[in-house]
């Protein structure tokens, strides 16, 4: 069974530790088409109330903070393990990167993941 991967941009961050204040009421721009191509690679996205109530379930899943360590170090989810992914990965990701990689993902296939990063509005 293919593991499903939630993104969640770093406006989630935002409603962890600021409340639901720190999303906007509209959709941003950027939304329909990430979502588009989410769907077609078979992951999902949510939006920073879904990620909240996923949070709040209190559920297993694993949370992984992708951006640099000083930006992970200077503030993260509660719980997120970080694990850097730049730019340049989407293309070519060196094999000891990936290899470590899925060592931080873990063997269970099952297992929900959420990745957050940065965003760009």
Not at 22 to 29: I, R, Y
Not at 72 to 83: C, D, L, Q, T
Not at 95 to 116: C, Q, S, T
């Amino acid at each position: 069974m293919k593991r499903i991967i939630v993104l969640i941009a770093s406006v989630l961050f935002l409603v962890v530790v600021f409340g639901s204040q720190a999303w906007c009421s509209e959709t941003p721009s950027w939304w329909p088409q990430a979502l588009k191509e989410a769907q077609k690679d078979g992951y999902m996205l949510t939006t920073p109330q879904e990620s909240q109530a996923l949070y709040d379930s209190g559920d297993n899943f694993l949370i992984v903070d992708v951006r640099p360590d000083y930006e992970y170090k200077g503030g993260h989810i509660p719980r997120a393990e970080n694990f850097e992914i730049d730019l340049g990965d989407r293309l070519d990701m060196k094999p000891e990167k990936k290899e470590a990689f899925a060592n931080v993902l873990g063997a269970d296939k099952n297992r929900l993941i959420v990745i957050y990063c940065r965003s760009f509005r």
